[in-house]
């Protein structure tokens, strides 16, 4: 019987080339992890972003990453997201400060914030629907893309219209550096990323400048919870830190939604079953005047088909961790000072969680058949453990206001001759950005 995991043999799998090893298949093949796991099962080594890596896929691996965190690994990102994010974001926050900072931040996401958010959101969510009504054909992610920003810019910056601002453009050059080779060079993405970090922390500053010295008693937006809030210490967040933290709050809220909600588009797009069904429930709750929260959460068929969507297009793809203590896993030396990724997409298409996983089927989740509890890291869409993502009920939140109102009152087809096929960096989206026409629906829901 072996007695140290270091006594074991390491995961199959191929490093690939030097230095780089199979960073450019895992940035161009979206088939890289499917491939490997057929040929070496559901752990193998890999070289990837210069760092040897293993991949650990399933529920299992997941609980084992998730409950061991600061023991046998800590949160990290690829070297290109760790500069760009910033090193007092809370994504790459370790230990007792991530623990305080993600108190603190978790204020801007608490039941009373979230309800507050309501009426911006609806103002937005109809601004963009009368736009898109009037504009009839268009590609919908880069409507999405702006309507989310807006969404974000305002209600954690009060910065209304931010979609239209020099600030957006910043924003858009940056995220593109996220997940990139970190070559700091004037021409290279992430040179552009790293210059544009620069100009937005310089837009933030003003931003933040403005808002110390006008502040208000009753906080309006995200920034102003963030400037009144304290750390167990009683001390408040420094410029840096409100920077850094505000701007991974921008990215939460604006990237992985943006795609959550296209995919949405394609995929009811394609199943206007489930589309009917949407809208017999809003029907059914005769909605009049506003939303509220309470009326929210009875949309339970509309949550189904938000959780079907995610598990079949997480708009993450899985995520990272550093080994920090050499451990054992399914018979494999798992070692100290390499990286570890779980699978989001691949745990989700576990055939014996979620039968015919290919198959577009939000009844999985219905009261009936709970196929998101049936196994403890299953359903991971948001991450798990003591970094699942904090604004996921933000994200629940403004996705049910658009379908909400969008079911209730306009309708949408996709385009013929179009490319579908996902890419998937940074987030999922379709190729051709899902080209759609957009009309008011003939015999709409009235409200006041």
Request: proline share 6%.
């Amino acid at each position: 019987m072996t007695s140290s995991p270091n006594e074991l043999p390491l995961p199959p799998g191929k490093f690939g080339l030097p230095i780089i090893g199979e960073t450019i298949e895992f940035f161009t093949d979206r088939n890289f992890q499917k491939k490997r796991l057929e040929q070496y099962g559901d752990v193998f080594k890999t070289n990837i972003f210069n760092s040897p890596t293993v991949v650990m896929v399933g529920a299992e691996a997941n609980e084992v990453l998730f409950r061991n965190e600061n023991k046998y690994v800590k949160a990290t990102w690829p070297k290109s997201t760790r500069i760009l994010l910033g090193s007092d974001s809370l994504a790459t926050q370790e230990g007792g400060i991530h623990s305080s900072r993600r108190r603190i931040i978790f204020q801007a996401f608490q039941p009373r914030a979230l309800e507050s958010y309501i009426p911006t959101i609806e103002k937005i969510t109809q601004r963009y629907l009368d736009k898109w009504e009037e504009k009839k054909e268009f590609p919908w992610y880069d409507e999405l893309r702006k309507y989310t920003f807006d969404v974000a810019s305002t209600l954690f910056i009060g910065k209304d219209g931010g979609a239209e601002t020099p600030l957006a453009n910043l924003f858009e050059e940056w995220v593109k550096g996220l997940f990139s080779i970190p070559l700091n060079l004037p021409w290279t993405t992430f040179g552009k990323a790293m210059k544009c970090r620069k100009q937005l922390l310089k837009e933030l500053e003003i931003i933040i400048g403005d808002r110390l010295a006008n502040q208000n008693s009753e906080p309006t937006d995200a920034l102003d919870l963030l400037i009144q809030a304290k750390d167990d210490d009683g001390k408040s967040l420094s410029i840096d830190e409100l920077k850094d933290q505000i701007l991974l709050l921008l990215f939460a809220g604006h990237e992985t939604l943006t795609s959550s909600l296209v995919s949405f588009g394609l995929l009811v797009g394609q199943h206007r079953d489930v589309f009917e069904k949407i809208r017999a429930e809003q029907e059914t709750l005769g909605i009049n005047g506003e939303l509220d929260m309470a009326t929210l959460q009875k949309m339970t068929y509309l949550d189904q088909v938000f959780k079907e969507v995610l598990r079949v297009v997480p708009p993450v793809g899985g995520g990272f961790r550093e080994i920090i203590q050499t451990f054992e896993y399914k018979g494999y030396q798992i070692p100290k000072g390499w990286s570890v990724q779980y699978q989001i997409v691949q745990t989700h298409n576990d055939e014996t969680l979620y039968p015919e996983h290919k198959l577009f089927d939000p009844d999985r989740f219905s009261p009936e058949r709970m196929a998101d509890k049936q196994k403890k890291f299953g359903f991971i869409p948001f991450g798990g453990g003591m970094r699942e993502c904090i604004g996921k009920e933000f994200a629940r939140l403004e996705a049910k206001i658009l379908v909400s109102m969008l079911a209730r009152n306009y309708d949408w087809e996709l385009l013929p001759d179009q490319d579908l096929s996902m890419q998937v960096i940074p987030t999922p989206l379709p190729k051709d950005g899902l080209k759609i026409k957009f009309s008011r629906r003939k015999s709409p829901v009235t409200t006041n």
